[in-house]
Structures are given as C-alpha cells and as structure tokens.
C-alpha cells in the first residue's frame, strides 16, 4: 500500500505556526520605527485579511483607501471574499503610500530598486516576510517556518480568539472555516494549531 507523500507546500504550512497578536503587532511597530514601509505594509496586510500571498500581491493602494471593505476573488479557490478593513490597516496602508511616494492606483508590494509597478513575486515576498520576522526576533526554532502562511495563520487565530469570546468556540471556528475555505472544522482547528494553543494556555496556568 502506497503512502501518501505530502508537497513541499504542505510541509510548509503544517510546520508553520500562527504568531500571537501582541507579537504581531509588535513585529509591525518595529517595521515602522526602522522605515522598512513596504514590509509593513506586507504584514500588515496579512494579518489584518488572512489572503494569500498570491491575492495580496495584487492589491493596490486605493483599493485599502476608499472604502472599508474589499471584495477579492481568490485565486485559488476561484471564489470571492469580502474583507471587512480596519482603520488600522488604513492607517498603515496611508503611512506607507505617502513614504514610499506612491499614487493610489500603484500596486504596493513591487520592486522599488527597480523603480517597477509590477507586483512581485510570490517567492520574493516570502523572502522579504522570513526577512522582516527574523529581523524582529522571530525564529523558526520557535515559530516554525516564516513564511505567508504565518501571516494567514496569526489572522485566523485572532479571528478566532475574538469570535470565540462572542459566539462560542464551535461557531467561531465554524464562521472561520468558511473564511478561509476550508472543507470542515478539524482543518480550520488544525490549521491555527488550536490543540496546542490549549494545552500551552492549561499549562501555562497549572500552577
């Protein structure tokens, strides 16, 4: 009988772990204070919409600027999803436009070296995550590969840390398994590491 063998990708991901949002905000005050603008606006993205690199690169200014919500379809699944944006993210989102010179139909995460309006790769911007994270302190010793899922993953997490205090944890995970389109529950509490996120809170508190 044949085993299945998992990708690359999927290696990836389940060894990826979801930051906690103190750390990831902190990670973003840090961004800020050393002027790297177009990092921070990279994970801010992510963490404040849980999209995919792949649709996140194809975000421009204006379209986290003049409304407050964004309606995207995702690549991967095909299927769309609207974002609700927070005034923090649009905070962010102005700071980096204005530093970085920028107009409001221009794409955010491009080649500024270069003086491009072209998105960049995917692979760059995983670099340029695992970069920013290792310049904050981050370390995959301790928080696993840093890469576009960590941003994905800190977003569902808090998604659902907050949900759970206002509808309960099946709901919470329920309402987070459709944002994320994900096929039932089990890989929505697997994906935000959940298990383990409880028996390091019992522990933490045994005494």
């Known amino acids: 009988m044949k085993t299945a063998t998992k990708s690359k990708k999927q290696v990836d991901e389940q060894q990826c772990k979801p930051l906690a949002w103190t750390a990831a905000k902190k990670a973003l005050t840090n961004?800020?204070?050393?002027?790297?603008?177009?990092?921070?606006a990279l994970l801010a993205?992510?963490?404040?919409?849980?999209l995919r690199i792949s649709d996140i690169l194809q975000r421009k200014f204006i379209d986290f600027l003049k409304a407050d919500t964004i309606t995207v379809t995702e690549q991967k699944t095909k299927k769309e999803r609207t974002i609700q944006i927070t005034q923090t993210l649009k905070n962010i989102i102005q700071v980096c436009k204005v530093e970085l010179k920028k107009k409001d139909q221009d794409f955010i995460f491009t080649n500024n070296r270069y003086k491009s309006n072209k998105p960049i790769t995917a692979a760059a911007a995983i670099t340029r995550i695992n970069q920013?994270?290792?310049?904050?302190?981050?370390?995959?010793?301790?928080?696993?590969?840093?890469?576009?899922?960590t941003l994905r993953k800190t977003f569902?997490?808090?998604?659902?840390?907050?949900?759970?205090?206002?509808?309960?944890?099946?709901?919470?995970?329920?309402?987070?398994?459709?944002?994320?389109?994900?096929?039932?529950?089990?890989?929505?509490?697997?994906?935000?590491?959940?298990?383990?996120?409880?028996?390091?809170?019992?522990?933490?508190?045994?005494?």
Do not use: M, P, W
């Open 156 to 207: 569902a997490l808090r998604y659902y840390e907050l949900a759970a205090n206002e509808v309960g944890e099946f709901r919470a995970l329920s309402e987070l398994s459709k944002i994320l389109k994900h096929s039932n529950i089990e890989v929505t509490r697997r994906y935000i590491c959940l298990d383990k996120q409880t028996q390091a809170n019992i522990f933490t508190n045994f005494d």
């Open 45 to 50: 993205v992510g963490f404040y919409t849980g």
């Open 31 to 40: 961004l800020e204070k050393k002027g790297e603008h177009q990092n921070l």
């Open 132 to 149: 920013s994270l290792v310049s904050c302190g981050f370390s995959e010793e301790k928080s696993g590969n840093l890469s576009g899922h």
